[in-house]
Nanobody, 132 residues
Framework: QVQLVESGGDSVQTGGSLRLSCAGS????????????MAWFRQAPGKERAGVAA????????VYTDAVKGRFTISRDNAKGTLFLQMDSLKPEDTAVYYC?????????????????????WGQGTQVTVSS
């Protein structure tokens, strides 16, 4: 059974930094963590879940939503089966529950990698709160 477990969420002030982690395990027989595209999504109160960043199988290609470009960095460690999101210069509008997601696609899809429909496995989420 696939498990994605996020950690690292916290309450910080505007301008602060956080590093989220997502540990993956239990992937189906004959597949590995490195076979899955990975992404971070977030959901703020009263809003739909939205893509934040996605990363290719080996980590060489990334895509970000415009709101976080230059402030957030997604990375992955395939040896450890872990996904990261380094968040700097945090703003109150970054407040949300952050989810990691894993999916298998035929090829990298650029901006479409930020669509939730592309991902089959989801974590339970970790809360990030940024106060002004």
């Amino acid at each position: 059974q696939v498990q994605l477990v996020e950690s690292g969420g916290d309450s910080v002030q505007t301008g602060g930094s956080l590093r989220l982690s997502c540990a993956g395990s239990g992937f189906p027989y004959s597949t590995y963590y490195s076979d899955y595209y990975m992404a971070w999504f977030r959901q703020a109160p009263g809003k739909e879940r939205a893509g934040v960043a996605a990363i290719s199988l080996r980590g060489g290609i990334t895509v970000y939503t415009d709101a976080v470009k230059g402030r957030f960095t997604i990375s992955r460690d395939n040896a450890k089966g872990t996904l990261f999101l380094q968040m700097d210069s945090l703003k109150p509008e970054d407040t949300a529950v952050y989810y990691c997601a894993a999916g298998r696609m035929e090829r990298w899809g650029g901006p479409t990698m930020l669509l939730a429909k592309n991902y089959m496995y989801w974590g339970q989420g970790t809360q990030v709160t940024v106060s002004s």
